[in-house]
Nanobody, 125 residues
Framework: QMRLVESGGGVVQTGGSLRFSCTAS????????MGWFRQAPGKEREFVAR????????YYAYTVKGRFTISRDSAKNMVYLKMDAMKPEDTATYYC??????????????????WGQGTQVIVSS
């Protein structure tokens, strides 16, 4: 069974930066799509970014494109989310997720089977 462990959350001022990491274990990632999602209090969980593990291809939500960067370290089975120019609306709990043996990339959280524990981000004004 795959496991995902996140680290790197915290509090940042508007315009600042944060970097998350997510470490995967338990199974190979070569056929996986790795995703980052976020959920603000009282809101639906929403897609942030995804990465196709085998070639590193990425895709971003419109709201974060140009500010956030998803990447991987294949040797360490880790995926990262670098967040720049952060805004108060980025305040949420962020989740790393994996869609193992994916037939195609997805931006829906319902298509991801394995989830990290969640990391809270607060962007202050």
């Amino acid at each position: 069974q795959m496991r995902l462990v996140e680290s790197g959350g915290g509090v940042v001022q508007t315009g600042g930066s944060l970097r998350f990491s997510c470490t995967a274990s338990g199974r190979p990632l070569d056929r996986s799509i790795m995703g980052w999602f976020r959920q603000a209090p009282g809101k639906e969980r929403e897609f942030v970014a995804r990465l196709r593990w085998n070639d590193g291809d990425t895709y971003y939500a419109y709201t974060v494109k140009g500010r956030f960067t998803i990447s991987r370290d294949s040797a360490k089975n880790m995926v990262y989310l670098k967040m720049d120019a952060m805004k108060p609306e980025d305040t949420a709990t962020y989740y790393c997720a994996a869609d193992g043996d994916a037939l195609q990339p997805s931006s829906s959280w319902r298509d991801y089977e394995t989830w990290g524990q969640g990391t809270q981000v607060i962007v202050s004004s």
